[in-house]
């Protein structure tokens, strides 16, 4: 019996194979990003797990902290040589709020204990040239505005990410799609893929608005839920369709 295309692709072993190992490999890198964002995520507030405080928090800042306080108990904790340092970082930084604390303490205080942690374990990104160098911290005067309260992730890293993540996702929901609309009946094809995209629509949109409302944190959840469960869902019936009926396109 012959089939047209795409058809013809699964009457082939080799080619059942190939399109089987991409969405295997799509599905693999869903569990590596779903790992990355939870630990990325997690870290934002002290406490374990993936909560709507952290991705509160992650977007519009932690409203008890300052930015440098924040950092250095959360994402930049790992880059410490010394962990117990890290004490010692915060407790300088929140000293410009305390009564009685002048500022030439402060700084003094910077250049015989804090700079030299920060030139050992930061200013390799924290520098030009450095993965971080749009937030230099190489004197007193440029860790200075990180003492101020936490406002969460500053809009020109926020730029990016969205500009990174619009384009690379809507790459993987255009192939995912047209693989769901050529194997997949066309009413599940629809729904699993308007839901894929409905989801990286209403995550992207969550980040922006959580950044200026805080209490819209909830769009991330059910959009990059919706996104992730809906692109796992597809390429899960994409396999099981794949190997089900030997060649034929029964239910198409
Ligand atoms: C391996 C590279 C790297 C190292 C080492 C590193 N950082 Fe960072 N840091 C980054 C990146 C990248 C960002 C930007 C994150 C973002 O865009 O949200 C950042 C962000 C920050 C911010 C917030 C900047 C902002 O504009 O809001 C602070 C504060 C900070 N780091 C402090 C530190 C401190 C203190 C250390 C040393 C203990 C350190 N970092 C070590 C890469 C690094």
Known sequence: MTH????????????????????????????????????QYETSDAEAGLSLRDVRWHFSGNPFQNRFETMVEGE???????????????????????PDFS??????????????????DCLEC????????ESPLRSYDEVLPYLE?????????????SH??????????????????????????????SLTGLGLLLDVGGWWSTKFFPETAFLVLVGGSL????FLLTHLSLLHRYWR????????
């Open 4 to 39: 047209s295309f795409p058809f013809s692709i699964l009457s082939l072993r080799p080619g059942r194979i190939f399109l089987s190992s991409c969405s295997v490999a799509f599905i693999a890198g869903w569990f590596f990003s779903t790992a990355l964002i939870w630990t």
């Open 76 to 98: 930049m904790l790992e880059y410490l040589t010394i962990e117990e340092d890290a004490n010692l970082l915060r407790q300088w930084s929140i000293q410009p709020n305390l």
């Open 149 to 161: 309260r936490d406002r969460g992730i500053p809009i020109p890293s926020l730029l990016k990410l």
């Open 227 to 230: 996104f992730g469960g809906s």
């Open 164 to 193: 990174i993540h619009l384009f690379g996702m809507s790459l993987l929901l255009l192939v995912t799609g047209a693989l769901a609309f050529s194997f997949l009946s066309p009413r599940k094809a629809g729904i699993l893929s």
């Open 103 to 120: 500022e030439p303490n402060h700084k003094q205080f910077y250049q015989d204990n804090i700079h030299p942690i920060i030139e050992l």
């Open 245 to 252: 009926s030997p060649s034929s396109p029964h239910d198409h």
């Open 126 to 133: 924290h520098e030009p040239g450095g993965k971080a160098e």
